[in-house]
């Protein structure tokens, strides 16, 4: 019978996501009609800038809807450089930048051309759920290095040290991270790029929300901070999380030429050039007017100082302060050995299971980022169903004995 026929090892290796069973609970609780009030967004819930839509609506009257280069339109690359010089002052040729299909494929493409099976990749914990996949995807192994919220998430640059090997070929650099928030100071960067040059490994950087930050500086990376490092950084960024874009799904990649090239011959063979329409209206949102990204800033800035206050405030919770993007990661592991009922909460999945079940609060839990102390909540949400979410989870901590 077909379904006998195996599937591939690749696929049997790949981890199911741990926020499924939460996330398909949550869903299904909607559809029931019960007020869950919504905590887990990955995604701005502000709507595109209509600037940006009336680009792809001409794009689409004036019959731009047939294939591009592989790598992207010369207007989209152009625009794409000009960000790099405005907010990094790096200089990129058009042959060192890819435009893919969302940020993911641009870090996916990268990472099927530098790493080879048995290769590593250092990840600093906690990660963006999909680095690891990514990695094993590619026969690489993810070599994690942890970090503690009372540093604020920093690198330990010692212990950093002490996971390269001959092997590593990479390390994957999230400033500000999903999921906590953290933004890697100026002395960390240049720290990180010195040892990539002396080891000789690249610096995956993801700067996807380079631009949500919340101290009114100009981004920096590896790069920026130390030129001198340039040839060991590719910059994995995109359009999704700064202008409200994720549906749209252009990302893009910039690094040195060779990097790039072997990133666009994996991309031939697989998606082909991003969406043509999409790609003029990322042009139209790197190109434009930029005040939309500073009203979601400050709109994301107040909710930021609205919820780490809340948070703090009560018994058992501890929430460093994000510098940016749209997330806290408070640490919850004093609940953690405590009962709800007949139920031990003896992590955070059976935590977000509960605040799921008894709150009605949807949030995600830790471990799906590699530690299991903690509890993810989006803030890419209203600030009235921010305040009914943290009364409700003040409230549900306050049972737990
Ligand atoms: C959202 C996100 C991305 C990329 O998103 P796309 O929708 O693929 O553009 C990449 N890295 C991190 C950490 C993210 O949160």
């Not at 994000?322 to 955070?348: C, E, H, Q, R, W």
Request: aromatic share 8%; hydrophobic share 40%.
């Amino acid at each position: 019978m077909a379904w006998d026929i195996p599937l591939s090892d690749r696929v049997k290796n790949l981890k199911p996501s741990p926020t499924l069973a939460v996330d398909a609970k949550a869903k299904a609780l909607k559809a029931q009609g019960i007020d869950i009030i919504n905590l887990s967004a990955g995604e701005p819930d502000f709507d595109t800038p209509e600037h940006i839509k009336e680009a792809a609506i001409k794009a689409i009257k004036e019959g731009f809807t047939k294939y591009t280069p592989v790598g992207g339109i010369a207007e989209l690359k152009d625009a794409i450089i000009s960000k790099m010089s405005r907010h990094y002052d790096l200089e990129y040729a058009p042959e060192q930048v890819l435009v893919s299909t969302g940020g993911k494929q641009g870090l996916y493409n990268i990472i099927q051309a530098i790493v080879s099976p048995g290769d590593e990749v250092i990840v600093p914990v906690p990660y963006w759920v999909s680095y690891p996949a990514i990695i094993e995807l590619a026969g690489g192994v993810p070599v994690f290095l942890p970090s503690e919220a009372a540093d604020n998430f920093a690198i330990d640059m010692d212990r950093l040290a002490g996971l390269v090997t001959s092997k590593t070929r990479a390390m994957i650099l999230n400033s500000p991270s999903n999921p906590t928030g953290a933004v890697y100071d100026t002395d960390t960067l240049k720290a990180v790029a010195a040892l990539a040059v002396e080891k000789g490994f690249y610096i995956l950087t993801d700067d996807i929300y380079d631009e949500i930050r919340f101290d009114g500086k100009n981004p920096e990376n590896p790069a920026s901070v130390m030129p001198d490092a340039k040839d060991h950084v590719i910059v994995a960024n995109g359009v999704s999380k700064t202008y409200a874009m994720t549906g749209w799904r252009i990302g893009y990649t910039a690094g040195p030429a060779p990097v790039i090239k072997a990133a666009t011959k994996i991309q031939s063979q697989s998606t082909s050039n991003a969406n043509s329409i999409a790609q003029k209206a990322a042009a139209a949102a790197l190109s434009g007017p930029q005040d939309c990204v500073s009203s979601m800033v400050k709109a994301f800035r107040e909710r930021r100082d609205y919820i780490v206050e809340r948070l703090n405030s009560m018994e058992g919770v501890k929430c460093p302060v994000p510098g940016g993007a749209f997330y806290v990661f408070p640490d919850m592991s004093s609940f953690i050995g405590k009962n709800a009922g007949d139920k031990t909460l003896t992590g955070s999945l059976e935590i977000a299971d509960y605040l799921l079940e008894e709150a009605k609060i949807a949030c995600v839990p830790g471990i799906a980022f590699g530690d299991d102390r903690f509890i993810r909540f989006s803030y890419a949400t209203d600030i009235k169903i921010i305040e009914e979410g943290m009364n409700r989870l003040q409230e549900a901590l306050g049972r737990l004995k």
